[in-house]
């Protein structure tokens, strides 16, 4: 055992010596260097790689150096196997990063590995992909016009490149320009469809001109890792699902809107609706309670019925009714307006006085071509309120797709001061600029 342990101890007196050498000829070698006397730092550091190659992210320091020390000393050749050497460690270990050297030594290797080695062989390597700035990151540094200039020109040079197009719509949605960002993010959502920062600019782009049905949709299309990762992405959510009155989706996202986005104009704008409509809810409900009274214990059947008598009028579930009409936003918001239809109407049956339900269902029935259903909730509704003006567009199509083109411009002129979208432009032609039918 005594001699076990004296071995031990040797073993380790002896790797100690050994780093305490190596350390010692590094040190010797960054003093050479300094003097410029790189023949020696050569020296110094090749001994220190070569007693550190059971340790990467040493002998990547001592490669980095010695590769410094070569350029400096004319020594072409011995570069190129030094920086072989290098990239061959760093692909295995990956512990440049780690490397205990100073920024100007960074810098200075950082220029000799990209004047000798390819680009692509660099990018090759996670650990060392940071250190080439593309295109992108040299034209992101540019003055705003000249920006996108430069984006132009490299997507005309790269048609189908879809990293042009991203970069041009992230540019004009951070100019504001919301059509030119659709525009763009679309391009890109064609080439690839499943794109998610294509989805999310254009969903911002849509919520920001108030298209928010379409907004929900590419909204959607992401799942929940890649809207956690676009965290600005909760408040155009909220802001959409208020707009389109689904209330309960709206309070689920409210807790995710960061504080930052919190003050956002649109933001304060729908948490103020959504506090509104909080408190009809409340009031709704506890008006629903106090009619209804204390429960009373249900009467003894009667011994006969008279025949043919009419069944009693189903009693409204406020609750109820609000659970179909988050389920109906839900599914108008993803593009199933049929189903959406289908929900509504059965809500209808135990709620048939639920202005909400009407509205809700003259929307999902004119998504759906159910223009009939859709003009039938009209005579029901009617006069609209000035605040109701999504309805009294769809009331607009609804009326004009089933031959009543005068009155459909009536409500269209109605409703355009507050409503914008791809459906609203396709039916301001039709109904305004023709007048009827196609």
């Known amino acids: 055992m005594l001699v076990c342990l004296a071995g031990s101890m040797m073993s380790s007196l002896g790797v100690a010596r050994a780093d305490e050498f190596n350390d010692e ?4 070698g960054q ?96 650990s060392l992909a940071g250190l080439i700035e593309t295109e992108e990151q040299k034209i992101a540094r540019l003055p705003a016009a000249e920006r996108r200039k430069a984006l132009e020109a490299a997507s005309k040079r790269e048609p189908g490149s879809v990293v042009w197009m991203i970069a041009l719509s992230r540019d004009a949605l951070g100019q504001g320009d919301t059509r030119d960002a659709d525009r763009w993010a679309s391009k890109a959502l064609a080439t690839q469809p499943d794109n998610p920062d294509a989805l999310a600019l254009r969903a911002r782009a849509r919520a920001a001109r108030g298209e928010c049905v379409d907004a929900l949709k590419d909204l959607a299309a992401l799942t929940a890792d890649q809207r956690t990762s676009r965290p600005e992405l909760s408040a155009d959510s909220f802001v959409c699902f208020v707009e389109v009155h689904n209330f309960d989706a709206a309070v689920e996202v409210s807790g995710r809107i960061p504080d930052n986005l919190a003050s956002r104009p649109d933001v304060v704008q729908a948490k103020a609706r959504l506090t509104s409509e909080q408190q009809r809810r409340a009031g709704g409900v506890a008006a629903a309670s106090k009619a209804a009274g204390p429960k009373a214990a249900a009467p003894a059947p009667a011994a006969s019925t008279t025949a043919g008598k009419a069944a009693e009028p189903p009693t409204p579930d406020p609750a109820r009714t609000q659970v179909s009409l988050a389920d109906a936003r839900r599914l108008i918001a993803t593009g199933k307006s049929q189903d959406a239809e289908k929900v509504l109407a059965a809500a209808l049956k135990t709620d048939p006085g639920s202005r909400e339900l009407r509205l809700e269902l003259l929307e999902a029935a004119c998504l759906s071509r159910s223009y009939q259903t859709a003009v039938a909730q009209i005579a029901v509704v009617k006069p609209f309120d000035d605040a109701e003006s999504p309805s009294i567009f769809y009331a607009a199509v609804a009326l004009y797709e089933t031959g009543k083109a005068d009155e459909a411009r009536q409500y269209l002129q109605k409703a355009l001061p507050r409503v914008s979208g791809a459906l609203v432009d396709e039916y301001s032609k039709k109904i305004l600029g023709t007048g009827g039918p196609q």
């Not at 000829?25 to 010797?28: G, K, Q």
């Not at 990063?97 to 990018?123: D, G, K």
Request: proline letters at 4%; a positive charge; aromatic letters at 8%.
């Open 25 to 28: 000829r590094l040190r010797a």
């Open 31 to 126: 003093d050479a260097y300094v003097a410029k006397r790189y023949l020696e730092a050569i020296d110094q550091f090749r001994i220190a790689a070569f007693g550190s190659l059971d340790k990467p992210v040493v002998l990547d320091e001592c490669l980095v150096r010695l590769a410094l020390a070569q350029a400096a000393a004319d020594k072409g050749a011995d570069v190129r196997a030094t920086l072989e050497r290098f990239l061959e460690v760093e692909s295995r270990f990956g512990g440049y990063a780690q490397a205990r050297l100073q920024p100007e030594i960074r810098s200075a290797f950082r220029a000799l590995l990209v004047s000798r080695v390819p680009q692509a062989t660099i990018l090759s390597i996670p």
